[in-house]
């Protein structure tokens, strides 16, 4: 990234943008400026282009059938697998999280190939659609605080070797494996099933996002009281018995 600037792509929201994912996109723009950065946001549509320039790409949820047209439009631009080469931060949600992967289930009951971004393989489960709040702890290597975010889907999502679990579950389904994984992430790349939007209940994985960007250890502190209301609030009635 340029000198105080950060390059914003949200990719596809008139396909993928399910259970206001694109909040996740308001989040990171706004604590970027409350750093002092010039943000240039791209809200990209399924009819243009992805730009390679970008720092940091965020892919929301969405129904079958269009995520199996982003994903045949992803493929065919090629562009987000050559951001990824050179090292841009992509951050995605559930049907996103399918996509980046290697293969999903589509609509017409298909194998769709994915843009094999991240080791994981989705399929789609028999049982129960996985509904309902989620409380996660995040992998330690991150060194992030409990993950809180709400789930809704029919994908079963099975990690491979190079693909680390974002969290492990202690409430809900996550990956619907059974093993209490919950989304996946390499270097740069990270998949989950949570909307919430899930950083605006979690805002220090957005912090973490620019981190990463920015290449620094540590950000400039901001007010995150409002944040944490809405973090307690979840995680409080998540943890309430029914």
Sequence with gaps: MSDNSLRLVWVYPDLLSTYGDQGNALVVERRARQRGLNVERYDVRSDQPVPTSGDIYLIGGGEDRPQRLAAERLRR??????????????????AGYQILGHEFINDLGQREPGLGLLDVISTRGEGERCVGDVLADIDAPLGLPQLTGFENHQGITHLGPSAKPFAHVRLGKGNGTGDGTEGAYNDTVFGTYMHGPVLARNPQIADLLLKLALDVNALPPTDDRWYEALRNERIASATQPA
């Design 77 to 94: 631009d090629g562009n987000l697998q050559r951001a990824a080469s050179n090292g841009a931060i992509i951050f995605s949600v559930c």
